[in-house]
T-cell receptor, first 111, second 116 residues
Framework: QQQVKQSPQSLIVQKGGISIINCAYE??????FPWYQQFPGKGPALLIA?????SEKKEGRFTISFNKSAKQFSLHIMDSQPGDSATYFC??????????FGQGTELSVKP | EAGVAQSPRYKIIEKRQSVAFWCNPI?????LYWYQQILGQGPKLLIQ????????DSQLPKDRFSAERLKGVDSTLKIQPAKLEDSAVYLC??????????????FGPGTRLTVT
């Protein structure tokens, strides 16, 4: 019940395309859903986060879509750039508590 | 504002040896977390502190791992004795508390541990 399942494991997108990564959770007590971006040799960096009282949040080229009834959320990267090539992790938590991370998606944006 | 600092960045030890990692959180962040990230996986929480008290250590292998946060600022994570399966990146994160609620977690660069 504490798991967060993330897909796909890897993703190749052409420059300018849309990257979509999906996550699903089971614990309905989760109330905070962040996405982290991690480059090789670096720690995860917070990209964007959402709480379950809204269905969508947009920050620049990054959008989170949230479906509370389906217990699913996704990250959309518009106009993907080679500099976006990294590993992306979704996560979930009860606010203030530990983050439960997905398995990660390795994104490669081809020029 | 300085980020979360960790040292060392890399460590190679033999199995059964001991090792210690150090973390300095962002100034003013009362909550500190240690995560273990095995290659190809997402980080997994080992221990969470609020000030100098332990909030959650349910996934810390207490027979070999220990952590402390003296004076509610810096923290040290120790492994003794190390096993091959402890090879991973050890990440420290911190978050601010406002009105009793902890907010976004900010991660340090991690310490990559290799046990041979």
């Amino acid at each position: 019940q504490q798991q967060v399942k993330q897909s796909p494991q890897s993703l190749i997108v052409q420059k300018g395309g849309i990257s979509i990564i999906n996550c699903a959770y089971e614990n309905t007590a989760f109330d905070y859903f962040p996405w982290y971006q991690q480059f090789p040799g670096k720690g995860p960096a917070l990209l964007i986060a959402i709480r379950p009282d809204v269905s969508e949040k947009k920050e620049g080229r990054f959008t989170i879509s949230f479906n509370k009834s389906a217990k699913q959320f996704s990250l959309h990267i518009m106009d993907s750039q080679p500099g976006d090539s990294a590993t992306y992790f979704c996560a979930a938590s009860i606010v203030g508590g530990k983050l439960i991370f997905g398995q990660g998606t390795e994104l490669s944006v081809k020029p | 504002e300085a980020g979360v600092a960790q040292s060392p960045r890399y460590k190679i030890i033999e199995k059964r040896q001991s090792v210690a990692f150090w973390c300095n959180p962002i100034s003013g962040h009362a909550t500190l977390y240690w995560y273990q990230q095995i290659l190809g996986q997402g980080p997994k929480l080992l221990i969470q502190f609020q000030n100098n008290g332990v909030v959650d250590d349910s996934q810390l292998p207490k027979d070999r791992f220990s952590a402390e946060r003296l004076k509610g600022v810096d923290s040290t994570l120790k492994i003794q004795p190390a096993k091959l399966e402890d090879s991973a990146v050890y990440l420290c994160a911190s978050s601010l508390i406002l009105g009793g609620v902890a907010y976004e977690q900010y991660f340090g660069p991690g310490t990559r541990l290799t046990v041979t």
